[in-house]
C-alpha cells in the first residue's frame, strides 16, 4: 500500500513540475525581444513603463483599448493611420497589458484613472481627445470626473456600464500559481483567442487575421506570469465600475459609436445611457461588432471626425 502512495505521490509530483516548466516556456517564448520599434515610446508611470506610439500631427487625440485578455494597443492598428491624418495620435498600452509593466499589484479602476490623468499631463501636456473602447470607457469617464481640464471631447466606443460579477473565489483561482497560470494560459492560447474574437468580437470573422491572432496571443505573454494579475481582477468584478452618476453630469462634451451587431455588449444597453445624459448622442456603425474601428475604420473615422 505504501509503494502505490509514493508512486502516485511521484506521479504527481511530475504532473505538477512538468505544468510548472510548459508555463514557465510559453511565457519564455514571447519574452525574447523588447527593442521598441520607430513610433514607440515608454512612459515612466509609478507603477511601471507604460509603453505608447505616436502618429500623425495636430491636435492630439488619445486611443485607450478594451481590456481582455491579450489587450493592447494593437486593437486600433486598422484606425490609427486614418485618424493620424487629421490628428496627432497617442495610443496607449495599459499597465498589466500589451508591452507596458505588469506589476504584481491591486489593480482597480482608480489606478487606471490615475494612468490616463498622469499620461495626459506628463507626456501629452495639453487638452486632447480621448476615444475609449469598451471596458476602458468608464475609467476614460471617471477620469473627467477627476481631471475635467485634461479633455476638450470624449468618444466612448461600445462602452460597458457597471457589470457586477464580482467573485472573490475566481480572483483567488487565477491568481493561483500553478492552477492559475495554466487557466490563463489556455485562455490566452491561440485557439481560445481567435474563438472569443470570432464569437465575441467581431461581426465579420473573415477579418480575423492570423496576424490578429498573433498580436493577441504575443501581448497576452510579454512579462511573464505576471499577466494574469490584472485578468484575475476583471473575472472577479473588482475592475468594475457603474459610470450612471458620472455621466449624468459629466461635463465634456460626449458621443458614442457603437456597433450594431455588438454581441457582448448589446445595442440596447444604450437606452439607459440615453436616459441618464440626453445630450450623449450615438453613431452606430452597420455589420461591425464590439470594435466597430477595428472592422470599419473608415467610417469609424469618419464619425470621430464629425464629432471631434
Known amino acids: 500500500m505504501k509503494k502505490k502512495y509514493k508512486a502516485l505521490l511521484a506521479i504527481g509530483s511530475v504532473c505538477i513540475l512538468g505544468t510548472a516548466m510548459i508555463n514557465n516556456t510559453i511565457f519564455q517564448m514571447h519574452n525574447k ?165 470570432e464569437n465575441m468580437v467581431y461581426f465579420d470573422p473573415s477579418k480575423i487575421t492570423d496576424s490578429i491572432i498573433d498580436n493577441y496571443h504575443h501581448t497576452a505573454h510579454i512579462g511573464g506570469a505576471n499577466a494574469k494579475y490584472p485578468i484575475a481582477l476583471l473575472v472577479g468584478g473588482y475592475l468594475d465600475v457603474n459610470i450612471s452618476t458620472h455621466l449624468k453630469n459629466i461635463s465634456i462634451p460626449t458621443h458614442i459609436i457603437w456597433g450594431a451587431e455588438n454581441k457582448l455588449n448589446n445595442i440596447g444597453n444604450y437606452d439607459s445611457i440615453r436616459s441618464l445624459n440626453p445630450d450623449i448622442d450615438i453613431t452606430i456603425i452597420n455589420e461591425t461588432g464590439l470594435q466597430p474601428h477595428s472592422e470599419s475604420p473608415l467610417e469609424f473615422t469618419k464619425a470621430c471626425k464629425k464629432f471631434l
Not at 513610433?39 to 505608447?52: L, Q, V, W
Not at 487565477?174 to 497560470?181: A, C, F, Q, Y
Request: charged share 15%.
Open 33 to 197: 525581444d523588447t527593442t521598441p520599434k520607430p513610433n514607440e515610446h515608454f512612459y515612466k508611470f509609478k507603477y511601471g513603463n507604460i509603453k505608447y506610439t505616436v502618429h500623425g500631427e495636430g491636435e492630439p487625440l488619445l486611443l485607450i483599448h478594451d481590456i481582455f485578455i491579450g489587450a493592447n494597443l494593437g486593437e486600433w492598428q486598422n484606425t490609427v493611420n486614418h485618424l493620424a491624418k487629421h490628428y496627432k495620435v497617442y495610443a496607449i498600452d495599459l499597465l498589466g497589458f500589451g508591452a507596458s509593466c505588469k506589476p504584481d499589484i491591486s489593480y482597480s479602476s482608480y489606478l487606471y484613472v490615475s494612468l490616463i490623468n498622469s499620461f495626459i499631463t506628463d507626456i501629452i501636456g495639453e487638452k486632447c481627445y480621448v476615444v475609449a473602447s469598451s471596458g476602458s470607457a468608464p475609467f476614460a469617464v471617471l477620469a473627467t470626473s477627476f481631471k475635467n481640464d485634461n479633455f476638450k471631447k470624449l468618444i466612448l466606443v461600445s462602452p460597458v456600464n457597471s457589470i457586477n460579477f464580482y467573485s472573490k473565489f475566481t480572483r483567488s483561482l487565477v491568481e493561483s500559481p500553478l492552477i492559475g497560470t495554466t487557466i490563463y494560459n489556455i485562455m490566452s492560447s491561440k485557439f481560445y483567442r481567435r474563438s472569443f474574437l
